[in-house]
Structure formats: C-alpha cells, structure tokens
C-alpha cells in the first residue's frame, strides 16, 4: 500500500474499507485475465496440436480408396506418431504426455465419425440418384431381370472405359440402357452405381420393381372395377 499512498488516485475513496475493495476487485480481475490468457493458449496450443494429426490423417486418406477411408483411420496408430513427429514442436507444444495421447484419440475418434457420416450421405446420395434414373426409364418395368439390367450396364460402363465391345454387346446397339448417348444425367448415375455395393444396387432395383408392381396391380384393379361399372350400367339399361 506504501506504494501507492502518494498516488492521487488513492484518495479518490474516503475510506479504507472502500479503498480494500477496490484493490480486491482489481485482483479478482487480472486473476481472470491471467486466466483467460492461459485458457487462449492452450486452446492456440491444441489447435495446432490437432492440425498436425489432421494433416497427417489426411496425407494417408489422399491416396486411399473411398471405401477404405475408415479402416485406413482406424489403423492410425499412436506409437507411429510418437516416433514421427516426437521432435517437432507442435508435438512438444503440449507438456504433458497422457494430455497428447487422449487427444490424439479424442481427433482420431472425430475424424472416424465424420468419415462415417460422409460414407452414409454418399451412399444415401448414389443409391437416391439410381433409383431417379430408374424411375424415369421406361425400360425398366415388371418384366425386367436383375440380371439382365446388371449385365447390360457391365457392357455399358466397359464401352465407356474405352474397351471394345462384345458380340453380345453389338446385337444392343438399339438398347435403351446401352445404346443412347452419355447425358450428363446418364453420367450421375454411372458414377453412383460404381460406387455402391452389389447389394445397395439390388437393393434400389428391387425397391423400384415393387412400386412398378404395385402400379401394375392397382392399375388392372381400376380397370376391373371400371369394366365392371359398364357391365352393370349396360345390364340396367337393357332392363329399362
């Protein structure tokens, strides 16, 4: 206090009392500062803790399959990246050992996810682009096979590749599936249906068989019940 007793602005407060709770008040907010400048840098501190992971996560995703995204994640090991990266300072910019496992597994855990949920809107997105051209391709109706339609689009995706066609191939020239031009809706669907499993692909397929068959179904029901309106109005007219 003997420090700042000749300072003008010590009297500004008539008592002690006052004078003590000014000084507490002041204490109370550069412990809250002080505070807020440690939290800021830890959080500075894990961010590039956190980038250096990603980054290396992502180098190992740039040359990986899509459908290998996850395992490829899952395989990252944590004893590879102590000995990688031990000396650099983004390792070392957090003190204590344990805290970098935990985050490590804590970034491992979150990227895992996010390739999980990508891998589900993809899939979701080709399987809803499939089942689009099929309902708009009047080709495809009751009578169609699985494995005919599959085999055509087999031929179709290798003619496309640049490979010669077939015998077979040749007689479907004038095949709605193989023998039109690559539209760019055409392209959508190709490239959804090289990305989805056999099984999503039958999947979709059967899904629109159904619909078309219960079109089919309600279809000759209307057409029952309309034939069978006639036949009543004709048979109560041939009675007046």
Known sequence: MKLIMT????????????????????????????EEIKQKKIEEDKQRFQEMIVQEIESRLSSCPAEERILAVCKMDWRYVLEKYQNDERFLILPDA????????QILDRKIEE?????????????????????????????TQWRVFRDRVEQLIARLDGQEKT?????????????????????EW??????????????VFESHIRVLDRKFLNDVQAKKAELSKKSRLAREAFRV
Not at 98 to 105: A, G, P, T, V, Y
Not at 167 to 187: A, F, M, N
Not at 194 to 203: A, G, M, N, T, Y
Request: charged share 35%; proline share 4%.
């Open 7 to 34: 300072d003008g602005r010590y009297a500004v407060f008539e008592t002690t009392t006052m004078r003590k709770q000014a000084f507490y008040l002041f204490c109370d907010h550069c412990t809250k500062q002080e």
């Open 167 to 187: 015998d077979d191939e040749k007689g479907h020239e004038d095949d709605p599936i193989l023998g039109e031009s690559l539209t760019p809706e055409r392209e």
């Open 98 to 105: 344990h805290e970098r496992e935990l985050f490590f597994h």
């Open 190 to 203: 190709l490239r959804a249906w090289k990305h989805l499993s056999p099984v999503d692909r039958l999947s």
């Open 115 to 143: 390739e999980r949920q990508l891998k589900s809107q993809t899939r979701s997105k080709n399987m809803e682009s499939f089942s689009k051209f099929l309902s708009s391709e009047p080709s495809v109706n009751v009578k």
